[in-house]
């Protein structure tokens, strides 16, 4: 799997726009871009995923630049319960490796009022 | 949503004893699940895979006869923590998946304190 890189810690004003960003440089062309999130004692909870177009969903949109070799999640209107860990992971679908998600450090977003 | 359900969400047991922990797939039929380890102020740490009707694949540095995982039907999985210890003290979350072109659903965790 490519290896994430991610800022360790962010802070972010509520109602303001969170903009976290991830290099994954050694990508391939079958990865996917996972982000999930871990509130305090929590299980991840899925927030969005994407191959190379730019997504959205209720939660966040997903920017993946043209190059894939970085993206941003973004949370448009944070809130004070969006305080967890972030951890941008990607993954290949299909194929007959292990695919199990490898967790790194994460990005820890910390929501003030 | 795809919905899995993991108990205890608490334990505390005595050292020496043994733990199991469900995790079930409420909602869809989970071909593989996953099993982790989560130490304070560290991220997951993958423990083992283990495919519906298989034995599980340990990852390097578990010790398999320690964390025994059984994955007997496609909604449920258990591991169970054989003569616990205190270092073995940890949150311990699972993670289910209908297949290799599908997502992850996770629990919400076992936090595990021998005493």
């Known amino acids: 799997d490519a290896k994430t890189t991610q800022p360790p810690s962010m802070d972010c004003a509520e109602g303001r726009a969170a903009n976290l960003p991830c290099n994954h440089s050694t990508i391939s062309g079958n990865e996917y871009v996972y982000w999930y999130r871990q509130i305090h004692s929590q299980g991840p909870q899925y927030i969005i995923h994407g191959l190379k177009n730019n997504e959205t969903n209720e939660m966040a949109s997903l920017i993946i630049t043209e190059d894939r070799k970085s993206s941003t999640l973004i949370l448009p209107h944070a809130t004070l319960r969006d305080t967890a860990v972030y951890y941008c992971i990607v993954r290949a679908r299909g194929g007959n490796s292990g695919y199990a998600l490898n967790f790194g450090k994460g990005t820890s977003l910390l929501v003030t009022p | 949503g795809a919905v899995v359900s993991q108990h205890p969400s608490w334990v505390i047991c005595k050292s020496g004893t043994s733990v199991k922990i469900e995790c079930r797939s409420l909602?869809?039929?989970?071909?593989?699940m996953f099993w982790y380890r989560q130490f304070p102020k560290q991220s997951l740490m993958l423990m083992a895979t283990?495919?519906?009707?298989?034995?599980?694949?340990?990852e390097q540095g578990v010790e398999k006869d320690k964390f025994l995982i059984n994955h007997a039907s496609l909604t449920l999985s258990t591991l169970t923590v054989t003569s616990a210890h205190p270092e073995d003290s940890s949150f311990y979350i699972c993670?289910?998946?209908?297949?290799?072109?599908?997502?992850?659903?996770f629990g919400s965790g076992t936090r595990l304190t021998v005493v």
């Open positions: 909602d869809f039929q989970a071909t593989t």
């Open positions: 283990s495919n519906e009707g298989s034995k599980a694949t340990y």
């Open positions: 993670s289910a998946s209908a297949g290799r072109n599908y997502g992850y659903t």
